[in-house]
Nanobody, 124 residues
Framework: QVQLVESGGGSVQAGGSLRLSCAVS????????MAWFRQAPGNEREGVAR????????YYADSVKGRFTISQDNAKNTVYLQMNSLKPEDTAIYYC?????????????????WGQGTQVTVSS
């Protein structure tokens, strides 16, 4: 059974940092595109960052470039999202996702496995 379990969300003040973790069980971790998405109330799900597990190559949405870093720990089958210089507009539920094949951008249509989400709240 495939499971993606996020952790690390919470509440911080603007300018603060959080690190999200996504533990991946099952056989889906290797040579996959993994990504983080977020969804704020009333908004569509937005791609934040993705990484190709095969070579660690990252890709970021413009809104988070220079502030967020996606990384992996292959020994733990875990993907991380380090979030620095957080802004109130980063407030959302953050989801980890795994793609079924090649991914060209951060369109959620490419991603077939999803975690349950973790809340991130940034206060001003």
């Amino acid at each position: 059974q495939v499971q993606l379990v996020e952790s690390g969300g919470g509440s911080v003040q603007a300018g603060g940092s959080l690190r999200l973790s996504c533990a991946v069980s099952g056989s889906i971790y290797h040579n996959r595109y993994m990504a983080w998405f977020r969804q704020a109330p009333g908004n569509e799900r937005e791609g934040v960052a993705r990484i190709y597990i095969g070579n660690g190559s990252p890709y970021y949405a413009d809104s988070v470039k220079g502030r967020f870093t996606i990384s992996q720990d292959n020994a733990k089958n875990t993907v991380y999202l380090q979030m620095n210089s957080l802004k109130p507009e980063d407030t959302a539920i953050y989801y980890c996702a795994a793609a079924s094949g090649v991914v060209f951008d951060l369109n959620p249509k490419y991603f077939v496995y999803w975690g349950q989400g973790t809340q991130v709240t940034v206060s001003s």
